[in-house]
Nanobody, 127 residues
Framework: EVQLQASGGGTVQAGGSLRLSCAAS????????IAWYRQAPGEERLTVAC????????FYADSVKDRATISNDNAAHTVSLLMNNLKPEDTAVYFC????????????????????WGQGTLVTVSS
């Protein structure tokens, strides 16, 4: 059973940085992708960034491009998301999610292709 544990949220001032971590367990030899999603109050859950463990390809939403770096420690099964120059609009609950590669329709996988979700971690950016 795949399990994801997200951590690293907190309150930070605008312009600051934060590193979120997603510890994954239960994977076999599968190829998979891990993504970070975020959901602000009253908003839909949107992709922030995604990384494939197979070839390391990444995806970033336009809203965080040039401010975020997603990285994968395959040995530790941990995916980190470093976000710099945080803005109040980055305030949201951040979720990590995993999708086993069974033939994705695209990269990053569609939201419905993520079988496993971690609990959220709240990021609050104060102005």
């Amino acid at each position: 059973e795949v399990q994801l544990q997200a951590s690293g949220g907190g309150t930070v001032q605008a312009g600051g940085s934060l590193r979120l971590s997603c510890a994954a367990s239960g994977f076999g030899v599968d190829d998979y992708a891990i993504a970070w999603y975020r959901q602000a109050p009253g908003e839909e859950r949107l992709t922030v960034a995604c990384i494939s463990n197979k070839d390391g390809r990444t995806f970033y939403a336009d809203s965080v491009k040039d401010r975020a770096t997603i990285s994968n420690d395959n040995a530790a099964h941990t995916v980190s998301l470093l976000m710099n120059n945080l803005k109040p609009e980055d305030t949201a609950v951040y979720f990590c999610a995993a999708s086993i590669d069974r033939g994705w329709f695209r990269f990053p996988p569609y939201r419905w292709e993520y079988e496993y979700w971690g609990q959220g971690t709240l990021v609050t950016v104060s102005s």
